[in-house]
């Protein structure tokens, strides 16, 4: 009885064996895989800035059998706030033929940089999956800045001719290098209207402190639309230039501007009690003056 429950045990694991086999597919294999043109293995780390893209080429062909329902897939670990992840649609795998599948994948501005991140690059089926994990190294650019938030006023972006819109623009430095003297735009181009500021100076993240901010405000912005502003949608434009002017970064909105309220010309009624009256040199004469003033509306 002793020596059944042994075997019976061996059988269990030999089971367990064969099940993890399985598991990596033998009906496909990879040939290469390409990371920014870079031929990827185990000795290479492939360089990319925060805010660029991989693109991932993946080489494979069919072995032993017809394989449905494969897919390839490609992600980043290590990302803080989601899933940095690229996949195929789903395509047969036939013995001997060749396949490349490519992906881009878009790294993230607030990636966290000078790291090295694992690429996972995977095929997979029903039954069984095939991986292989590559290294990629993550900067951040030399000069880097992106628009945070904008926050106008009135924020239903739909303004009547005439009035005011105004903006605040939040901006980060999400780059390597101290950016000073940053200059933001705020303009409706086919009105021909814009105004600008500056924040003083963003330090990059990574050494920001008490004392020095890696994001600010561009203080309140405003533009008057012209009283002979037609009604319709215009473009409103956010750019932020830094690097002493030679990179920008912009942002576009939808402006409504409603035509301006016109009020309809007013009448109005001067009486007099009386016109004419007789008085004596040096006295003074008292006149009843009733004043009458009416509108027929207001035009829009």
């Known amino acids: 009885m002793k020596q059944f429950k042994i075997l019976g045990m061996l059988l269990l694991v030999l089971l367990a064996v064969v099940t ?32 660029q893209s991989l693109d991932v080429n993946v080489f494979l062909t069919g072995t032993n059998n017809t394989v449905d329902n494969t897919r390839v897939k490609v992600w980043l670990g290590g990302y803080e706030y989601g899933d940095v992840e690229a996949e195929s649609e789903i395509f047969q795998v036939e ?20 790291k090295t991140y694992t690429l996972h690059v995977q095929a997979a089926d029903e039954v069984g999956s095939l991986e292989n994990t590559y290294s990629v190294r993550v900067k951040e650019k030399r000069h880097s800045l992106v628009i945070q938030d904008v926050m106008f006023n009135p924020n239903t972006l739909s303004v009547e001719a005439g009035n005011n819109l105004f903006a605040t623009v939040r ?57 002979s502003a037609k009604a319709g949608t215009y473009d409103v434009k956010v750019d932020v230039e830094f690097n002493n002017g030679h990179d920008v970064v912009s942002q576009t909105y939808t402006l409504k501007v409603n035509a301006k309220s016109q009020t309809a010309p007013t009448s109005s009624l001067v009486t007099f009690d009386t016109v004419t009256k007789e008085v004596e040199q040096g006295k003074g004469l008292t006149f009843k003056l009733s004043l009458e003033i009416s509108s027929i509306g207001t035009i829009i």
């Open 171 to 227: 901006v980060e430095n999400t780059g390597d290098k101290k950016e000073e003297n940053v200059k933001v735009v705020l303009s409706v181009p086919e009105l021909g209207i814009s105004v600008r500021n500056y924040i003083e100076e963003l330090v990059p993240r990574e050494v920001s402190g008490s004392d020095e901010e890696s994001s600010g405000n561009s203080g309140e912005l405003f533009l008057k639309i012209p009283d």
């Open 95 to 114: 013995p001997t033929i060749s396949y490349v599948k490519r992906l881009t994948l878009n790294v993230p501005d607030d990636l966290e940089s000078s």
């Open 20 to 51: 993890v086999v399985s598991a990596a597919t033998s009906d496909y294999r990879f040939d290469k895989v390409e990371v920014n043109s870079i031929l990827a293995d185990a000795s290479t780390t492939v360089f990319v800035e925060r805010g």
